[in-house]
Each structure stands twice: as C-alpha cells, then as structure tokens.
C-alpha cells in the first residue's frame, strides 16, 4: 500500500513560484515512477509532469515546459514540482500520484494517489 501526502499549494499572484512536495509512505520508494496531476475547475485531470524510477528521465506538458521542474530525492521517499513563473492558466488542484508498473511511466497506469493540494494564481 501506498500513501501519499501533498504539500506546498496555496495563492501566489502571476510570475510567482511554488514549490510542492508530495511524501510516501511505501518501503521501495525507488521503485515507483511519480507524476504530479492538475485538474482544473470544468476540466479533466491532466498529466503535468512525470519522473521516472531513479530520477534519470522526466516529462513536462508542453503548457509548463521551462517553467516547471519534477525531482525526487528516494533518500527522503519525496518528490517536487518546483513552479516558477506561475500564470493564472496554472490554477488547479496538484496530485501527487505513483506508479509501480514498468512501462511507459508517463503512461502509468497511476494507481496510487494524494488527495491533492490547490494552486491559485492570481493575475
């Protein structure tokens, strides 16, 4: 069983940054790929970044390309969405989810998951 427990979310105005943690509680942390989901108002949850097992490969949509940056440290068992330039479009709530099958882990399929912490920017 995989725990997950978001923090980090709250309201920044445009052209600010956040940066969110997400920490688990599973024995082989490393053996899990990790994304961080956002679902807006009226809208489907989409995946805006992903790392993969030990770090070594990430995904970024194209919306937050250069502005986002997904790490991990499997030491602590956490995981990071560093959110600079933060713009209104940005507004959702952010979840933390893993995956434990060894495919494409942008794929997943994500079974696990956090109970999501909201991001507000202002414009």
């Known amino acids: 069983q995989v725990q997950l427990v978001e923090s980090g979310g709250g309201l920044v105005q445009a052209g600010g940054s956040l940066r969110l943690s997400c920490a688990a509680s599973?024995?082989?942390?490393?053996?899990?790929?990790l994304g961080w989901f956002r679902q807006a108002p009226g809208k489907e949850r989409d995946l805006a970044a992903a790392?993969?097992?030990?770090?070594?490969?990430?995904y970024y949509t194209d919306s937050v390309k250069g502005r986002f940056t997904i790490s991990r440290d499997n030491a602590k068992k956490e995981v990071y969405l560093q959110m600079n330039s933060l713009k209104p479009e940005d507004t959702a709530v952010y979840y933390c989810?893993?995956?434990?099958?060894?495919?494409?882990?942008?794929?997943?399929?994500?079974?696990?998951w956090g109970q999501g912490t909201q991001v507000t920017v202002s414009s």
């Open positions: 989810a893993a995956t434990d099958f060894y495919g494409d882990y942008k794929k997943g399929p994500y079974d696990y």
């Open positions: 599973v024995r082989t942390f490393s053996t899990y790929a």
């Open positions: 790392i993969s097992w030990i770090g070594g490969s990430t």
